[in-house]
Nanobody, 127 residues
Framework: QVQLVESGGGLVQAGGSLRLSCAAS????????MGWFRQAPGKEREFVAA???????????DFADSVKGRFTTWRDNAKNMVWLQMNRLKPEDTAVYYC?????????????????WGQGTQVTVSS
């Protein structure tokens, strides 16, 4: 198991930016694929982004269509950290954001494929 702690959420106006951090501990991190999800009130948790390990020091990132071109993600394995940079935020981005660790061979867009979750950090975008 890996322990995950998110930070960096807050209140921002539409069009603004926030950077979320996810600190991992408890196991070797470099071979883990990591995902970002969000959950708005009354809605299901949804996939936002993933940093997928493809062997060696190679990772590729992909994003939900709703955030593509606005959000980026990267990682620093030496620090056991993953970040989610969110630009041009919209009110519909308001949610609790979570980072999570993907099981080997799992579907990165499926919450059931993740075995470790952080506690979440609130992002609120005002119009």
């Amino acid at each position: 198991q890996v322990q995950l702690v998110e930070s960096g959420g807050g209140l921002v106006q539409a069009g603004g930016s926030l950077r979320l951090s996810c600190a991992a501990s408890g196991r070797t991190f470099s071979a883990d694929s990591m995902g970002w999800f969000r959950q708005a009130p009354g809605k299901e948790r949804e996939f936002v982004a993933a940093s997928t390990w493809s062997g060696g020091n190679r990772y590729y990132a992909d994003f939900a269509d709703s955030v593509k071109g606005r959000f980026t993600t990267w990682r620093d394995n030496a620090k056991n950290m993953v970040w989610l940079q969110m630009n041009r935020l919209k009110p519909e981005d308001t949610a609790v954001y979570y980072c999570a660790r993907l099981r080997v061979g799992g579907d990165r867009e499926d919450t059931e494929s993740y075995d470790s979750w952080g506690q979440g950090t609130q992002v609120t975008v005002s119009s």
